[in-house]
């Protein structure tokens, strides 16, 4: 069971006993007894001032950035480069001496495409590939010799 009070004025109540007395449900309908009236008032509601509600907080002052310093050019230490060094000589004996293993290896092709991918200047001035380790030039003998390495000979 469900308890609930509801309050009505007294016209709405003699509303409420004449719905509840009809046909279908017979009640005896007392009217309710009125008190005397007072006289009704419009009062504006009380609204409290903002002010009174909120704590007082003390205005606050703007923060200012401290003034920026320009930046003293950033120059990156000097590199130190490390003293140039001399190329390994090698002779011609040496080169031959050490594709004759690549060769032995049964990597022969790949020793001739090696040595053709250099050129020299013939007496006539025209620039040919190399067909022999006779015609490779002296500046390019420590790039022979990397490829020689590359294919698997000792240097």
Same mark, same amino acid.
């Given at each position: 069971?469900?308890?609930?009070?509801?309050?009505?004025?007294?016209?709405?109540?003699?509303?409420?006993?004449?719905?509840?007395?009809?046909?279908?449900?017979?009640? &005896? =309908? !007392? *009217? @309710?007894?009125?008190?005397?009236?007072? +006289? /009704? #008032? $419009?009062?504006? %509601?009380?609204?409290?001032?903002?002010?009174?509600?909120?704590?007082?907080?003390?205005?606050?002052?703007?923060?200012?950035?401290? &003034? =920026? !310093? *320009? @930046?003293?050019?950033?120059?990156?230490? +000097? /590199? #130190? $480069?490390?003293? %140039?060094?001399?190329?390994?000589?090698?002779?011609?004996?040496?080169?031959?001496?050490?594709?004759?293993?690549?060769?032995?290896?049964?990597? !022969?092709?790949?020793?001739?495409?090696?040595?053709?991918?250099?050129?020299?200047?013939?007496?006539?001035?025209?620039?040919?590939?190399?067909?022999?380790?006779?015609?490779?030039?002296?500046?390019?003998?420590?790039?022979?010799?990397?490829?020689?390495?590359?294919?698997?000979?000792?240097?």
């Amino acid at each position: 069971m469900i308890t609930m009070t509801i309050e009505v004025s007294p016209e709405q109540a003699i509303e409420i006993a004449r719905i509840l007395g009809s046909p279908n449900n017979p009640m &005896p =309908v !007392q *009217p @309710a007894p009125t008190a005397p009236a007072l +006289p /009704v #008032q $419009q009062q504006a %509601p009380v609204v409290p001032p903002i002010a009174a509600s909120m704590p007082q907080v003390p205005p606050v002052a703007p923060v200012q950035a401290p &003034p =920026v !310093q *320009p @930046a003293a050019p950033v120059t990156p230490p +000097p /590199v #130190q $480069q490390a003293p %140039p060094i001399a190329a390994r000589k090698y002779t011609q004996d040496e080169l031959a001496l050490a594709s004759r293993p690549v060769c032995e290896a049964g990597r !022969q092709t790949e020793l001739l495409n090696l040595l053709h991918s250099f050129t020299y200047t013939d007496s006539a001035g025209n620039v040919q590939p190399v067909q022999s380790i006779q015609q490779l030039p002296e500046e390019s003998y420590p790039a022979f010799a990397n490829g020689i390495r590359a294919l698997g000979g000792k240097i």
